[in-house]
């Protein structure tokens, strides 16, 4: 198996299951760069086996994952100059300049990352718990099925403390709805496991405790079906999404985002690339709850 810093793999069932788990518990398993980096490795090493019919996502600790690293000490060390800074900082666009530097570098970290593990050749399982929040969701949606036990919650906050227009992968109005997307975005508001499922985003909601046994009972369902057949069912199902304009509204929204990173960096005379307090916003360390949505209060 192989041995990674930020995530462990492993395989289940005479290697029919690929567990991918993001195992930075104490930083809620924050994405940095190097988690990026491994998870890729890690899709496409279960990609490469003819064994794994199944990929499973998830997370050790409390929850799946709290969305981008917005500053942990790893994260800082990894984006600074010097011997342990992280090679993909000065490739693919790091040492650009301008806008052009981080269009290129989130077009490939976070962007097309997700697209490719969407269009991974095995059928993937995200396995949810906990706050599941902004470039968690990415994750996440990045997945062929989502299954959840009852603590998991969903919000993208990213444009009620950051003043940006959603995360990266905007898949929001394909997994909410349309309206849906622009209310919970407006507002900041989560979602629960049961109103996610009500969306039709959530295959399974698990009681609290029984999320790891019961997502590979869940998988082991799938690994049934013939592996020939399991990738036609995923291929017919995102050519329709594709067809019906999904990759080309990813692409078009992605390109937004970087038009609000520009519009901040103008703001702020390069200084921020998002919103914070100096700019008329808020300091996210200090942003109210994240509340509940709910029908019958404003």
Known sequence: MPEYTY?????????????????????????????????????????????????????????????????????????????????????????RDGIEKY????????????RRWRDLRKITIASVKGPVYAAGLMLAWACDLIVADETAEFADVVGTRLGM?????????????H????????????????????????SRVFPAGRLDEDTIAFARRIAKVPSAAALMIKESV??????????????????????NHAHWGMVSGGRMLYQDETLGGVNWRDAEPIRPMAKDKP
Not at 45 to 68: I, K, M, N, P, Q
Not at 238 to 255: K, P
Request: aromatic share 12%; glycine share 8%; charged share 20%.
């Open 103 to 114: 269009w290129l570098q989130e077009w490939h970290y976070f962007f097309n990352n997700n």
């Open 179 to 202: 309206r849906r997307a622009k209310e919970l975005l407006l507002t900041g508001d989560s979602v629960s496991a049961d109103e996610a499922y009500r969306f039709g985003m959530l």
């Open 165 to 177: 227009c959603g995360v990266e992968y905007f898949a929001h109005p394909w997994e909410f709805g």
């Open 238 to 259: 995102n050519q329709a999404q594709d067809n019906q304009g999904f990759y080309n509204a990813l692409q078009a929204a992605f390109t937004v985002h970087e038009l």
């Open 7 to 95: 995530v462990a793999y492993e395989t289940v069932d005479d290697g029919t299951i690929a567990v991918i788990s993001l195992n930075r518990p104490k930083q809620r398993n924050a994405q940095n760069r190097g988690l990026l980096v491994e998870l890729n490795d890690a899709f496409l090493t279960a990609e490469a086996d003819d064994a794994v019919r199944v990929v499973v996502l998830r997370g050790e600790g409390t929850l799946f994952s709290s969305g981008h690293d917005m500053g942990s000490s790893a994260d800082v060390t990894e984006r600074n100059p010097g011997p342990e800074q992280h090679p993909t900082y000065v490739s693919n666009g790091g040492s």
